[in-house]
T-cell receptor
Framework: GEDVEQSLFLSVREGDSSVINCTYT??????LYWYKQEPGAGLQLLTY?????DMKQDQRLTVLLNKKDKHLSLRIADTQTGDSAIYFC?????????????FGAGTQVVVTP | DAGVIQSPRHEVTEMGQEVTLRCKPI?????LFWYRQTMMRGLELLIY????????DSGMPEDRFSAKMPNASFSTLKIQPSEPRDSAVYFC?????????????FGNGTRLTVT
Protein backbone atom coordinates (compact mmCIF):
# COMPACT_ATOMS: atom_id res chain seq x y z
CA GLY A 1 0.00 0.00 0.00
CA GLU A 2 0.89 3.62 -0.24
CA ASP A 3 2.76 5.44 2.52
CA VAL A 4 2.53 9.14 3.20
CA GLU A 5 5.34 10.51 5.34
CA GLN A 6 5.67 13.78 7.18
CA SER A 7 8.02 15.35 9.68
CA LEU A 8 6.45 15.21 13.12
CA PHE A 9 7.13 18.62 14.60
CA LEU A 10 7.69 22.22 13.54
CA SER A 11 8.26 25.25 15.72
CA VAL A 12 7.87 28.67 14.15
CA ARG A 13 7.77 32.25 15.37
CA GLU A 14 4.67 34.32 14.93
CA GLY A 15 4.89 36.31 11.71
CA ASP A 16 7.35 33.95 10.05
CA SER A 17 6.50 31.51 7.28
CA SER A 18 5.92 27.84 8.07
CA VAL A 19 6.77 25.09 5.64
CA ILE A 20 5.40 21.60 6.24
CA ASN A 21 6.73 18.79 4.08
CA CYS A 22 5.24 15.51 2.93
CA THR A 23 6.23 12.68 0.64
CA TYR A 24 3.86 10.25 -1.03
CA THR A 25 4.35 7.10 -3.05
CA UNK A 26 1.50 6.68 -5.52
CA UNK A 27 2.88 7.37 -8.97
CA UNK A 28 -0.47 7.58 -10.73
CA UNK A 29 -2.64 10.64 -11.05
CA UNK A 30 -4.08 11.51 -7.72
CA UNK A 31 -5.32 14.27 -5.47
CA LEU A 32 -3.31 15.40 -2.48
CA TYR A 33 -4.84 17.17 0.49
CA TRP A 34 -3.83 19.20 3.51
CA TYR A 35 -5.99 18.97 6.61
CA LYS A 36 -5.73 20.87 9.88
CA GLN A 37 -6.68 19.41 13.26
CA GLU A 38 -7.03 21.64 16.29
CA PRO A 39 -7.08 20.12 19.80
CA GLY A 40 -10.25 18.18 20.50
CA ALA A 41 -11.63 18.75 17.04
CA GLY A 42 -12.01 16.88 13.80
CA LEU A 43 -10.02 17.45 10.65
CA GLN A 44 -10.67 20.50 8.55
CA LEU A 45 -9.77 20.56 4.86
CA LEU A 46 -7.39 23.43 4.10
CA THR A 47 -6.59 22.91 0.46
CA TYR A 48 -5.93 20.26 -2.15
CA UNK A 49 -4.04 19.89 -5.40
CA UNK A 50 -4.21 17.55 -8.34
CA UNK A 51 -0.99 15.75 -9.14
CA UNK A 52 -0.63 17.36 -12.58
CA UNK A 53 -0.29 20.79 -10.98
CA ASP A 54 2.89 22.35 -9.64
CA MET A 55 1.49 24.97 -7.33
CA LYS A 56 -1.70 26.22 -5.81
CA GLN A 57 -2.15 29.40 -3.78
CA ASP A 58 -5.05 30.25 -1.52
CA GLN A 59 -4.62 33.38 0.58
CA ARG A 60 -1.86 32.63 3.11
CA LEU A 61 -1.49 29.04 1.94
CA THR A 62 0.77 27.87 -0.88
CA VAL A 63 1.00 24.26 -1.93
CA LEU A 64 4.02 23.16 -3.95
CA LEU A 65 4.20 19.79 -5.66
CA ASN A 66 7.35 18.16 -6.98
CA LYS A 67 6.03 15.23 -8.98
CA LYS A 68 9.43 13.80 -9.78
CA ASP A 69 10.35 13.48 -6.11
CA LYS A 70 6.74 12.90 -4.98
CA HIS A 71 7.19 15.74 -2.54
CA LEU A 72 4.41 18.01 -1.35
CA SER A 73 4.76 21.07 0.83
CA LEU A 74 2.42 23.51 2.52
CA ARG A 75 3.64 27.02 3.17
CA ILE A 76 1.77 29.22 5.59
CA ALA A 77 2.68 32.87 5.25
CA ASP A 78 2.63 35.23 8.25
CA THR A 79 2.01 32.39 10.70
CA GLN A 80 -0.32 33.27 13.56
CA THR A 81 -0.88 31.65 16.95
CA GLY A 82 -4.19 30.37 15.63
CA ASP A 83 -2.23 28.28 13.14
CA SER A 84 -0.94 26.09 15.96
CA ALA A 85 -2.39 22.66 15.19
CA ILE A 86 -1.57 19.29 13.67
CA TYR A 87 -1.39 19.32 9.88
CA PHE A 88 -2.06 16.16 7.90
CA CYS A 89 -1.03 15.43 4.38
CA UNK A 90 -3.32 12.92 2.65
CA UNK A 91 -3.46 11.16 -0.66
CA UNK A 92 -6.55 9.76 -2.33
CA UNK A 93 -6.23 6.00 -2.50
CA UNK A 94 -8.12 6.01 -5.78
CA UNK A 95 -9.99 2.76 -5.68
CA UNK A 96 -13.72 3.15 -5.44
CA UNK A 97 -14.16 6.42 -3.58
CA UNK A 98 -12.42 9.79 -3.42
CA UNK A 99 -13.14 9.80 0.28
CA UNK A 100 -10.71 6.94 0.88
CA UNK A 101 -7.62 8.78 1.98
CA UNK A 102 -4.17 7.65 3.07
CA PHE A 103 -3.05 10.06 5.78
CA GLY A 104 0.41 10.91 6.98
CA ALA A 105 1.18 10.83 10.69
CA GLY A 106 0.67 14.58 11.01
CA THR A 107 3.01 17.48 11.72
CA GLN A 108 2.51 19.32 14.98
CA VAL A 109 3.05 23.03 14.38
CA VAL A 110 3.73 25.21 17.40
CA VAL A 111 3.68 28.95 16.89
CA THR A 112 5.61 30.96 19.47
CA PRO A 113 5.17 34.68 20.13
CA ASP B 1 -25.52 23.70 9.13
CA ALA B 2 -24.56 21.95 12.38
CA GLY B 3 -21.85 19.87 10.80
CA VAL B 4 -21.23 16.21 11.46
CA ILE B 5 -22.34 15.36 14.98
CA GLN B 6 -20.81 12.51 16.93
CA SER B 7 -21.74 11.17 20.33
CA PRO B 8 -20.54 10.63 22.90
CA ARG B 9 -17.46 12.87 22.90
CA HIS B 10 -15.75 10.63 25.41
CA GLU B 11 -16.40 7.04 26.34
CA VAL B 12 -14.64 5.06 29.04
CA THR B 13 -15.50 1.42 29.36
CA GLU B 14 -14.13 -1.80 30.73
CA MET B 15 -12.72 -4.56 28.61
CA GLY B 16 -15.41 -6.92 27.41
CA GLN B 17 -18.19 -4.37 27.38
CA GLU B 18 -20.13 -3.36 24.30
CA VAL B 19 -19.52 0.13 22.97
CA THR B 20 -21.70 2.02 20.51
CA LEU B 21 -20.53 5.18 18.79
CA ARG B 22 -23.00 7.39 16.97
CA CYS B 23 -22.85 9.74 14.04
CA LYS B 24 -25.24 12.13 12.36
CA PRO B 25 -23.91 13.24 8.97
CA ILE B 26 -24.62 16.56 7.35
CA UNK B 27 -28.08 16.55 5.85
CA UNK B 28 -28.04 15.64 2.18
CA UNK B 29 -24.62 14.05 2.22
CA UNK B 30 -24.70 10.70 0.48
CA UNK B 31 -21.38 9.34 1.72
CA LEU B 32 -20.39 8.54 5.28
CA PHE B 33 -16.96 7.38 6.47
CA TRP B 34 -15.69 6.03 9.77
CA TYR B 35 -12.01 6.68 10.51
CA ARG B 36 -9.96 5.71 13.56
CA GLN B 37 -6.99 7.67 14.89
CA THR B 38 -4.32 6.12 17.11
CA MET B 39 -0.81 7.15 18.00
CA MET B 40 0.63 3.98 16.54
CA ARG B 41 -1.28 3.75 13.26
CA GLY B 42 -2.44 7.31 12.63
CA LEU B 43 -5.71 7.75 10.75
CA GLU B 44 -7.20 4.65 9.20
CA LEU B 45 -10.39 4.20 7.23
CA LEU B 46 -12.61 1.57 8.77
CA ILE B 47 -15.70 1.55 6.56
CA TYR B 48 -17.73 3.80 4.31
CA UNK B 49 -21.35 3.96 3.19
CA UNK B 50 -23.05 5.29 0.08
CA UNK B 51 -26.76 6.00 0.36
CA UNK B 52 -26.86 3.99 3.61
CA UNK B 53 -25.27 0.91 2.00
CA UNK B 54 -21.85 -0.29 3.23
CA UNK B 55 -19.49 -0.21 0.26
CA UNK B 56 -16.10 -1.11 1.69
CA ASP B 57 -15.52 -2.53 5.15
CA SER B 58 -12.05 -3.88 4.48
CA GLY B 59 -10.60 -1.58 7.12
CA MET B 60 -12.70 -2.99 9.94
CA PRO B 61 -10.19 -4.66 12.25
CA GLU B 62 -12.11 -7.81 13.04
CA ASP B 63 -15.50 -9.31 13.67
CA ARG B 64 -15.82 -7.48 16.95
CA PHE B 65 -16.46 -4.32 14.93
CA SER B 66 -19.71 -3.68 13.11
CA ALA B 67 -21.24 -0.59 11.54
CA LYS B 68 -24.75 0.21 10.40
CA MET B 69 -26.54 3.05 8.72
CA PRO B 70 -30.28 2.46 9.15
CA ASN B 71 -31.18 5.77 7.52
CA ALA B 72 -29.59 8.77 5.84
CA SER B 73 -29.21 10.70 9.07
CA PHE B 74 -27.73 8.16 11.44
CA SER B 75 -24.89 5.67 11.65
CA THR B 76 -23.45 3.56 14.44
CA LEU B 77 -20.14 1.85 15.00
CA LYS B 78 -20.31 -0.96 17.52
CA ILE B 79 -17.50 -2.83 19.23
CA GLN B 80 -18.44 -6.02 21.04
CA PRO B 81 -16.56 -7.08 23.11
CA SER B 82 -14.24 -4.12 23.49
CA GLU B 83 -10.51 -4.53 24.18
CA PRO B 84 -7.87 -2.10 25.45
CA ARG B 85 -6.26 -1.95 21.99
CA ASP B 86 -9.50 -0.43 20.66
CA SER B 87 -8.71 2.75 22.57
CA ALA B 88 -8.55 5.51 19.97
CA VAL B 89 -10.37 8.53 18.62
CA TYR B 90 -13.08 7.50 16.19
CA PHE B 91 -14.10 10.02 13.55
CA CYS B 92 -17.13 10.10 11.36
CA UNK B 93 -17.01 12.12 8.14
CA UNK B 94 -19.51 12.81 5.41
CA UNK B 95 -19.41 14.25 1.94
CA UNK B 96 -22.00 15.40 -0.53
CA UNK B 97 -20.89 13.31 -3.49
CA UNK B 98 -17.96 11.19 -4.54
CA UNK B 99 -15.61 13.73 -6.06
CA UNK B 100 -12.15 15.04 -5.18
CA UNK B 101 -13.74 18.49 -5.17
CA UNK B 102 -16.23 17.44 -2.52
CA UNK B 103 -14.37 17.66 0.79
CA UNK B 104 -14.82 15.33 3.70
CA UNK B 105 -16.50 17.05 6.66
CA PHE B 106 -15.30 15.51 9.89
CA GLY B 107 -17.06 15.37 13.22
CA ASN B 108 -15.17 16.18 16.41
CA GLY B 109 -14.65 12.52 17.15
CA THR B 110 -15.35 10.14 20.00
CA ARG B 111 -12.42 9.43 22.29
CA LEU B 112 -12.74 5.82 23.43
CA THR B 113 -10.79 4.46 26.36
CA VAL B 114 -11.05 0.77 27.14
CA THR B 115 -9.55 -0.22 30.48
Amino acid sequence: GEDVEQSLFLSVREGDSSVINCTYTDSSSTYLYWYKQEPGAGLQLLTYIFSNMDMKQDQRLTVLLNKKDKHLSLRIADTQTGDSAIYFCAESIRTDSWGKLQFGAGTQVVVTP
Amino acid sequence: DAGVIQSPRHEVTEMGQEVTLRCKPISGHDYLFWYRQTMMRGLELLIYFNNNVPIDDSGMPEDRFSAKMPNASFSTLKIQPSEPRDSAVYFCASTLWDSPNSPLHFGNGTRLTVT
